[in-house]
């Protein structure tokens, strides 16, 4: 891929944002849009994490699986590297910033199974992604499920208000407005394609 | 072929290993708190190592507060007092507190708080209390033929501290052939306001290992153990009419109950059914009917289910279970208290429900 780490960056927020073309990361996406506060802070913790373990991932499979020749158990080691990383860095802002922990460190553990982040990891290998484009691409991704969370959590607040034919209340309801919002997203892919 | 498969298991083996050692090594040094104090009602200090749960901290020091999902987070059993050093609520506190907790803002799940640096807390002082007590026997009353009253004097300087209603558990010595020490849960007796003693009423079982001691070996000096206080039949403090129901033994928690109300005071309607065989099981009877004069409504039912025709017994007869009608005024406004044998307790139970009493206001220990 020879597209600029800096396009990629904002492909991925906007063009192909991991929620909304791929729909990765739904359960916590989901279960947390409840309230606003929760939803910026497990937002911020996918960021921060997506962008460390993209990087993390990325030197493992090139300096350890490709040349071990085990590049067919991908799918474990990230796993292992991913689960691993989250629960050293839950060991660490616990230790460190207490502050930080008790808004942000709760939703490590939701992370460790949020399937966006590993996503992100498998997507670098296959469109063959250099370390600086998977770590703006990480990035980007993060960024964009921190908009998307935010904005059905937003319109989760205003729908507390109004009336929702009950068949649809909560959860089928969401996934209505995710998929408009989808749709709307899909307006951007103009500006640049990435596959 | 074979050695492919060998390697590439090696590699992810050690992939798995590095991290793992990285894993414990980071828990090392992160996780050690150093020593931490937990105070405990203002009263006690403990010192803990720090950056495990407040709950298994105090488990390490005997401090058993209760728990039935064992520290998971999803029984809410351990709720304690976290005055300061606990950090803010966790999200995973909330579901187990109600909106007047919340309000409070200082009640909390154990299990979930951290202990990370030094800590207050408030816990029930019931919990607290539970101790290990030495006592020496100070006097054995024969109040019938099969049942004694032994008074336990607490060692010097010892004090208990319990609700009326709660029970102990005796350690028994070894003796004749029986050679390991056994626990058994009896009430206590006497009125809370005394605490440097505690009397039990022991009725013989046959063959029963705590009771054939109790009965046949323990004498006047002997030293004992007692682990205490337990329980939560204890009087609820409300306005609503009271029913007790004993047989046997079971005078003794109702006997507690009586004698702190004694001190206290009430104007709640009670009426006391004790039921026996005959007139020589009956006891203390002059001591119950003595607080018909203390309470303004209280009465005294004994009733014999097998009286002697010697026993030129006058008072009620049978069991006391058709009795409950006549003493009832509003069913939903009254409590039962009841202490006997489990057999009995199943027939009262049902037969106060069947009048209408709700089977939560309905009170017993279950350890039979």
């Known amino acids: 891929m020879d597209i600029s780490s800096f396009v990629l960056f904002w492909a991925a927020i906007f063009t192909s944002n991991i929620l909304l073309t791929n729909f990765l990361g739904m359960c916590s996406y989901l279960s947390v849009s409840k309230e606003i506060e929760s939803s910026f802070g497990l937002g911020i913790s996918v960021i921060f994490v997506l962008t460390i373990t993209t990087g993390l991932n990325w030197l493992v499979y090139r300096y350890i699986l490709v040349p071990g020749n085990i590049v067919y158990l991908q799918f474990i080691v990230f796993i292992i590297v991913i689960a691993a990383f989250v629960q050293l860095l839950e060991l660490i802002i616990e230790r460190y910033a207490p502050a930080l922990y008790y808004t942000l460190g709760i939703f490590l553990p939701l992370i460790t199974v949020n399937c966006a982040i590993f996503g992100v990891s498998l997507f670098m290998v296959i469109r063959n992604y250099s370390f600086l484009q998977s770590i703006a691409f990480g990035a980007g991704s993060g960024i964009g499920w921190l908009l998307a969370i935010l904005m059905l959590a937003a319109l989760r607040r205003k729908l507390k208000e109004k009336l929702v034919p009950v068949g649809l209340q909560g959860v089928g309801i969401s996934l209505i407005i995710t998929g408009i919002m989808a749709l709307a997203f899909v307006g951007f892919s103009g500006i640049v394609q990435i596959q | ?368």
């Open chain 2, 1 to 368: 072929m074979f050695s492919v498969i060998l390697k590439d298991v090696a590699l992810l083996s050690a992939i798995g290993v590095t991290l793992a050692v990285i894993m414990v090594i980071a828990g090392r040094l992160l996780s050690n708190y150093g020593q931490c104090k937990i105070n405990i009602n203002g009263k006690r200090d403990v010192i803990v190592t720090g950056g495990s749960s407040l709950l298994s901290s105090l488990n390490d020091k005997q401090i058993y507060l209760p728990s039935a999902c064992g520290g998971r987070g999803s029984c809410g059993a351990c709720k304690c007092k976290v005055d300061s050093g606990g950090g803010p609520l966790l999200p995973t506190e909330k579901p187990f507190l109600s909106k007047a907790e919340l309000a409070q803002g200082n009640i909390r799940l154990a299990c979930q708080v951290k202990v990370k640096s030094d800590i207050t807390i408030d816990i029930p002082a019931s919990i607290f209390n539970i101790r290990r007590f030495s006592a020496t026997v100070s006097e054995i009353i024969d109040y019938t033929y099969d049942t004694k009253g032994i008074t336990f004097k607490l060692a010097e300087g010892e004090m208990i501290d319990f609700k009326a209603g709660q029970y102990v558990q005796l350690e028994t010595e070894p003796y004749n052939k029986v050679k390991q020490r056994v626990a058994r849960a009896y009430s206590i007796s006497s009125s809370p306001q005394i605490n440097d003693s505690l009397q039990l009423i022991i009725r013989y079982v046959p063959e029963g290992v705590c009771t054939t001691w109790v009965h046949q070996h323990l004498k006047i000096g002997d030293k004992v153990f007692l682990t205490g206080p337990y329980g939560d039949f204890f009087l609820r403090d409300t306005e609503a009419d009271i029913i007790y129901v004993a047989g046997g033994s079971g005078k003794a928690p109702i006997k507690s109950i009586l004698e702190d109300l004694a001190v206290k005071g009430t104007s709640r309607k009670m009426t006391y059914f004790f039921g026996a065989r005959t007139l020589k099981d009956l006891y203390l009877t002059e001591h119950m009917k003595s607080f018909e004069q203390v309470f303004e409504n209280f009465s005294y039912v004994p009733v014999l289910s097998a009286a002697e025709p010697t026993d030129n017994w006058t008072g009620k007869t049978g069991f006391v279970m058709p009795y409950f009608k006549e003493t009832i005024r509003d069913p939903k406004n009254t409590e039962a208290y009841l202490c006997g044998s489990p057999g009995m307790i199943n027939a009262v139970t049902k037969a106060l429900m069947d009048n209408g009493i709700p089977q939560e206001k309905i009170y017993y220990d279950s350890f039979g």
